[in-house]
């Protein structure tokens, strides 16, 4: 019998992104992001598909919510499309009335149903006019002034949130939007994927600048809205969990610290500490930009909360000599087998996914030392399947795989908490339902709910969708 170990009022639910499921592309006055964009360039994404339609959620938000009060979700994650509220993207520019009564009432809505919005500001779509006009995040005092604009509008205009995040994986944005090229928009140094870029620099420059933007809007809020309205703001991080190649190897040992340092410390550090990990300053040396006094002293302590996003772990081996000039690892090569030929976990769609419950736990102690034990949110935990995309529906809505993986990982939480003292609150399984999943294309699903992409959007609950639920009622305390 599992015992109550989480707190009374610990959250769970589920947790979606604006482009990966709204569809609706040109509805009342949404102007284009760098994603619409970037579909449109051939061999961008694996299966030639958009985000155009997705799961249509724009014109569903009931079915959305229905759906959430099947599984029990005490909370929902969604992200607001930055060209829904202003279609141009800037400061000057018009904002969009529907585009903001859309995402009121669909707070509204949840509230009604006594679900708890996560609000995320930014999820990889920018209004593809501030690419266009000035380089989007490349250009710090436009983006900075821009996204602070759109922020204190949607504060404005949606008081009833009380848990705002800023910027989804800033990672994502800087390495796969302007190092490897591989998301919008596409910048890199391979000159086959792109006539634009420089994977050497440009993606350590959009990170500093996102830093700045989400530490603007967490001044913004706290001094503007925070009194009244009585909520929390803070930034979402993705990490992998990290075991040495050879645990016998301090090398290695080595290599897998900076690993997660490279990955999150590039962004928490500064957020907690007010400067970068010192293993990037030695690495990149003026390719990393500095924080002048002023700008350390606006980004340090900008997080109410620590939201971590999590999925999978990597041994970690170390490299010998020089690395190249657009390594963002940090002079390492990340693998599934170790030297005593352990496998880090069973493979899935996705090709840089396996299942490690444990690596969950360690991380979670991890980030809960480095950075003085904060609240932490999981914002973000799931699997694709190997192949589920193949097979026929009924297959599909019988998900034993996904029901395990988070069976193990909300163990994993649960004795992180109970033993291990770390303070996590919150716990937001990605996804609601299959949807976009970027450059995959619709070939991955990652949702507890079938998206019958060929018939109408239809959604079926898997098996998955009315598992988290139990698991989490076991756990949570009553009293």
Not at 19 to 47: H, L, V
Not at 69 to 91: E, M, P, V
Not at 220 to 248: C, H, Q, S
Request: with cysteine; net charge negative; charged share 25%.
């Amino acid at each position: 019998m599992t015992k109550p170990v989480l707190p009374k009022d610990f959250l769970w639910g589920f947790a979606t992104a604006s482009y990966q499921i709204e569809g609706a592309p040109t509805a009342d006055g949404r102007g284009p992001s760098i994603w619409d964009t970037f579909c449109d360039r051939p061999g961008k994404i694996a299966d030639g598909s958009s985000g155009a339609v997705a799961c249509d959620s724009y014109n569903r938000t009931s079915e959305d919510i229905a759906l959430l009060k099947l599984t029990g979700a005490k909370a929902y994650r969604f992200s607001i499309s930055w060209s829904r509220i202003i279609t141009l993207g800037g400061r000057n520019d018009p904002i969009n009335p529907a585009g903001v009564a859309f995402y009121k009432k669909f707070v509204d809505d949840l509230l009604a149903e006594g679900i708890t919005p996560f609000v995320t500001l930014f999820h990889w779509d920018l209004p593809d006019e501030l690419d266009k006009r000035y380089g989007g995040p490349l250009n710090k005092e436009e983006f900075v002034a821009d996204f602070g604009h759109y922020a204190r509008t949607v504060f404005e205009a949606i008081p009833k949130v009380k848990h705002w995040i800023t910027f989804n994986e800033p990672w994502c944005s800087a390495i796969l939007g302007y190092n490897t090229g591989l998301f919008a928009p596409g910048h890199t140094s391979d000159r086959s994927k792109s006539d634009v870029g420089d994977s050497s620099t440009e993606c350590w420059i959009v990170g500093h600048n996102l830093l700045l933007a989400h530490a603007t809007a967490v001044k913004i809020y706290r001094e503007e809205f925070k009194a009244k309205d009585r909520g929390e703001i803070g930034i979402t991080l993705n990490g992998d969990a990290v075991y040495p190649w050879d645990p016998e190897d301090p090398l290695d040992v080595e290599a897998a610290e900076r690993k997660l340092e490279f990955s999150i410390s590039w962004f928490a550090d500064p957020v907690y500490f007010g400067h970068y990990p010192e293993s990037m300053v030695k690495q990149l040396g003026d390719r990393l930009p500095t924080f002048t006094p002023e700008e350390a002293a606006l980004v340090k302590g900008s997080n109410d909360f620590y939201g971590m996003n999590h999925y999978t772990a990597n041994y970690i081996k170390h490299k010998t000599g020089t690395p190249p000039a657009d390594d963002f690892l940090g002079n390492l090569e990340t693998l599934f087998i170790s030297k005593s030929g352990e496998c880090i976990g069973p493979e899935t769609q996705s090709f840089w996914l396996r299942p490690n419950p444990q690596g969950f736990r360690n991380l979670l102690n991890w980030l809960s030392k480095r950075y003085g034990h904060p609240k932490i949110y999981c914002t973000e935990n799931g699997t694709s399947l190997k192949g589920e995309n193949d097979l026929p529906v009924e297959q599909i809505l019988e998900d034993d795989f996904r029901v395990e993986y988070f069976r193990g990982y909300i163990g994993a939480l649960a004795k992180a908490v109970e033993e291990d003292g770390v303070n996590v609150r919150a716990y937001l399984a990605w996804s609601l339902m299959d949807n976009f999943e970027w450059a995959e294309g619709y070939e991955t699903r990652f949702g507890v709910t079938y998206v019958d992409y060929k018939g109408g959007q239809k959604r079926f609950p898997k098996k998955s969708a009315k598992s988290i639920g139990p698991m989490f009622e076991a756990l949570i305390k009553k009293e």
